[in-house]
């Protein structure tokens, strides 16, 4: 079952989709994620969407939503700031545990690339996240950029338009706008995998937050709540040493899983069966639902 919901962040009304799995007796409060999509991407017909329905197959309650700015939320289009979206999941967690079928006290955290980071960091500052499940995520932004565009010509390029927009900035007043896949590269075969909703150009701010943006600083505040750190070893789009790095910095009861696969989309058709595999296994083990069912 699923329910369209808004919620209230700093002022702006932000869309989700509650999802409630089958078999919930009533009066039952079942554990809950909250999962939150990739770099200006959506809560809908996106890899977060086939994240969302897997966790809700496996039992659990699950609210995903778009981040300010993003999909059907309100706020300035692509005006990303990470620490904003932080306060969005914050206040996402405040709304959900008011729900009757959710448990206040096993509300998780699960995101895809950038919402990884963001749910990394979110669950290191606020200590009524129970666990957090990253996939393909990254904890520190200016390495993970460095490793995106690897060669001193691609890094001198990208660090020009940082500095280009900052110029423009100052001497109009007004953003520059770039495309994204000038911020982060993508192969073209994989583009498919975003969602339609997505968003194609943001300003050069949105960089600048990213760049600035460390979860790797309070990665090892999550212990000692469950942490699960997944990363395709293949990953051509966020680097692997980034979930590396994030596992040797982080505390009690955080696993690292590297898994074969080429994709950064770890539901795509031919990674997902495995990657349902493995992150059930793990959530059996440290983070149970009463509605457990077999991957």
């Not at 890899?47 to 999909?71: K, N, S, T």
């Not at 110029?167 to 969602?195: C, M, Q, Y």
């Not at 994030?246 to 069966?273: R, V, Y």
Request: overall charge negative; some cysteine; proline content about 6%.
């Amino acid at each position: 079952m699923e329910y369209p919901l808004t919620f209230m962040s700093d002022g702006l009304k932000l869309s989700g989709v509650f999802h409630v799995p089958e078999g919930r007796k009533p009066g039952q409060r079942l554990p809950t994620f909250i999962v939150l999509h990739g770099f200006v991407g959506t809560k809908d017909k996106s890899h977060v969407e086939l994240v969302a329905r897997m966790i809700e197959e496996l039992g659990y309650c699950v609210f995903r939503i778009d981040f300010r700015g993003c999909g059907e939320s309100e706020g300035a289009r692509g005006e990303v700031r990470c620490h904003d979206q932080v306060a969005d999941t914050r206040n996402a967690l405040s709304f959900i545990s008011e729900r009757e079928e959710v448990d206040p006290e096993r509300i998780g955290l699960t995101g895809h690339s950038f919402g990884a980071a963001v749910a990394i960091f979110t669950g290191g500052v606020d200590r009524r996240v129970a666990s957090v499940l990253s996939l393909c995520g990254w904890g520190d932004g200016e390495r993970k950029f460095r490793g995106q565009h690897p060669t001193p010509e691609a890094w001198e390029k990208f660090t020009n338009i940082l500095d280009e927009g900052r110029k423009h900035k100052a001497e109009t007043g007004e953003s520059k706008w770039v495309s994204r896949f000038d911020l982060v590269p993508i192969p073209e075969e994989l583009r498919k995998n975003l969602s339609p909703k997505a968003q194609f150009e943001v300003p050069v701010e949105t960089a600048i937050s990213m760049y600035n943006f460390r979860a790797e600083d309070v990665v090892a505040d999550i212990a000692p709540r469950p942490l699960l750190l997944f990363h395709t070893a293949g990953d051509v789009i966020t680097p692997m040493e980034q979930s590396i790095s994030l596992f040797e910095k982080a505390g009690e009861n955080a696993e690292l899983m590297i898994p074969t696969g080429t994709s950064h989309f770890p539901l795509s058709d031919e990674d997902a069966p495995y990657t349902r595999v493995l992150i059930a296994a793990w959530l059996q083990k440290f983070f149970p639902t009463p509605l457990s069912v077999q991957a």
